[in-house]
Each structure stands twice: as structure tokens, then as C-alpha cells.
């Protein structure tokens, strides 16, 4: 059974122009989220997190929605640039579960100059 | 270096082989964490390590995976009589103290090809 789901394999936005990545989730017991960003070739890396207290957290260009009631969260980058082309990764973990994380499928975003 | 190390970065192997994967964290990390990626699919979890606890090997597909990892460094991820379906980039990364919280680094995988 897939925990975290990630529905739309690829996203194509212009440069400057908001980029919205999407997450959906069915264990109501997850607490805490995180995306990952990938290059071909690489390892995942860190980008930002969010805990379920909250439902907003902010980066820089990047900002992560939680609507818990949903079990839904989002990933907002604007504006969007050629180097956020990559694969993203939502990610969930339970409090007291260590940090194993349980990843969604990925979302591939091309940002077109 | 600073990063998480796997090695090789590439293995091809012939079906029914054993295979062995290696993987450096960061120094001072007490948890390391494995995890595949098939072609298309998101991250699948593996197995864990934290300190001298015993290892949460709930995500290991079959008796022929196995991982060891000595102390808080090293570890070897081992796939015994190889199948075409274990095919897939293995990542291993690691964590400070293996909290829910914390973010993981992950090294860049091991791309492991069963022919």
C-alpha cells in the first residue's frame, strides 16, 4: 500500500512562473514532512520540512502547506528557475519510528527558460 | 569527504550472483539508513541503523537481502543469489541520531544492474 502519493509523475512551468508540487498521504498517524530534491545521478538532498502543528513553513523561494484534515500538503516555489529542474520527493515519518522516512513516487519538475 | 560515500557507484552482475554494497556516512552519524530505488518508482525503504540498537530490518523484500553495519561507520548492504527484479539505484544516507525530525544526507547510490 503506497502511504504517500505523489499523482503527477512530471510538471512543465515556465521560468519566473509559481511551481506547485503535490502530496497526499493515508496514515493520519505521519507527523512530520519533508520534500527531497534529486538530480539525475545524485543522491536526494534536503530541502524543507514541515511538523503537523503547523501549516505553513517557509524557505526563501520555497514554502510547504500542510492541510491535515486533507491529508494533503504542497511544495511552492516561486519564482521558479531552470535550476529547480529536478525530481521531487515528499516524504512522512512518525514521532517514535526513528527517522525512517516513507517517500512518494517522485514528481520530475522542468522549468523551461 | 564530508558527503556520504557508496561504493561502487555502478555494478552489473549476472542473475544468481551475491553482491555486495558498501557505504561510508558522515562521520559522527549514529543512524544509516538503506533504501532502493526501482526505475520509475519513489524510495523504498530498507533497513536501519541506530548506535547499538538493533537494526529495523522491516523493509528488507527477502531473506536473500541482508546488511551489517560495523559500530557507528561502515556498512555493506549484501544481496545473495541476484534476480532480475533487484535491478534498482541503492542509497544509503545517514542522520545525526535518527529522530523523526532530522533530515537524512544521502550518498549518490549504487546502480546495480541484474542481467
Known amino acids: 500500500d503506497q502511504q504517500v502519493k505523489q499523482n503527477s509523475p512530471s510538471l512543465s512551468v515556465q521560468e519566473g512562473r509559481i511551481s506547485i508540487l503535490n502530496c497526499d498521504y493515508t496514515?493520519?498517524?505521519?507527523?512530520?514532512f519533508l520534500w527531497y530534491k534529486k538530480y539525475p545521478a545524485e543522491g536526494p538532498t534536503f530541502l524543507i520540512s514541515?511538523?503537523?502543528?503547523?501549516d505553513k513553513n517557509e524557505d526563501g523561494r520555497f514554502t510547504v502547506f500542510l492541510n491535515k484534515s486533507a491529508k494533503h500538503l504542497s511544495l511552492h516555489i516561486v519564482p521558479s528557475q531552470p535550476g529547480d529542474s529536478a525530481v521531487y520527493f515528499c516524504a512522512a515519518s512518525k514521532s517514535g519510528n526513528t527517522g525512517k522516512l516513507i517517500f512518494g513516487q517522485g514528481t520530475t519538475l522542468q522549468v523551461k527558460p | 569527504g564530508a558527503g556520504v560515500s557508496q561504493s561502487p557507484s555502478n555494478k552489473v552482475t549476472e542473475k544468481g550472483k551475491d553482491v555486495e554494497l558498501r557505504c561510508d556516512p558522515i562521520s559522527g552519524h549514529t543512524a544509516l539508513y538503506w533504501y532502493r530505488q526501482r526505475l520509475g518508482q519513489g524510495l523504498e525503504f530498507l533497513i536501519y541503523f541506530q548506535g547499538n540498537s538493533a537494526p529495523d530490518k522491516s523493509g528488507l523484500p527477502s531473506d536473500r537481502f541482508s546488511a551489517e553495519r560495523t559500530g557507528e561507520s561502515v556498512s555493506t548492504l549484501t544481496i545473495q543469489r541476484t534476480q532480475q527484479e533487484d535491478s534498482a539505484v541503492y542509497l544509503c544516507?545517514?542522520?545525526?541520531?535518527?529522530?523523526?525530525?532530522?533530515?537524512?544526507?544521502f550518498g549518490s547510490g549504487t546502480q546495480l544492474s541484474v542481467l
Open positions: 514541515i511538523s503537523s502543528i503547523k
Open positions: 544516507a545517514s542522520s545525526t541520531l535518527g529522530r523523526a525530525y532530522e533530515k537524512l544526507f
Open positions: 496514515n493520519s498517524m505521519f507527523d512530520y
